[in-house]
């Protein structure tokens, strides 16, 4: 059950995080909070899911990071291999292409 809220938990907090970039200490604040109160933390428990909460929060945001730099990359390499086959493709065969790419898109 305990588990159960913390995902929940941190999912909300994830979709409020694209919102507004925290810094990892409030985001660490906010959730060791809203757990708190919740759950009526003993000030042992608070200061264990604090430094939890801090933990993750800041791994979180490396591994974020490391998605966007690759989601980029993933990007430019499609956009390379795009350009490439259409140096070699007729014009009408790009248009073809064009709308093959448009079509799996929708998908």
Not at 26 to 49: F, G, I, N, P, R
């Amino acid at each position: 059950m305990l588990l159960t809220m913390f995902i929940v938990f941190t999912s909300i907090c994830n979709a409020q995080d694209a919102k507004t970039k925290k810094t990892v200490e409030q985001k660490s604040t906010e959730m060791t909070e809203k757990l708190t109160e919740e759950l009526q933390l003993t000030a042992s428990q608070k200061a264990s899911v604090k430094s939890i909460n801090d933990s993750y929060v800041k791994n979180k945001r490396i591994i974020d990071d490391k998605i966007e730099s690759l989601k980029k990359a993933k990007n430019e390499l499609k956009k390379e291999r795009n350009d490439r086959i259409n140096e070699i493709l007729t014009e009408e065969q790009r248009k073809k292409h064009e709308a093959l790419k448009k079509k799996k898109k929708k998908k």
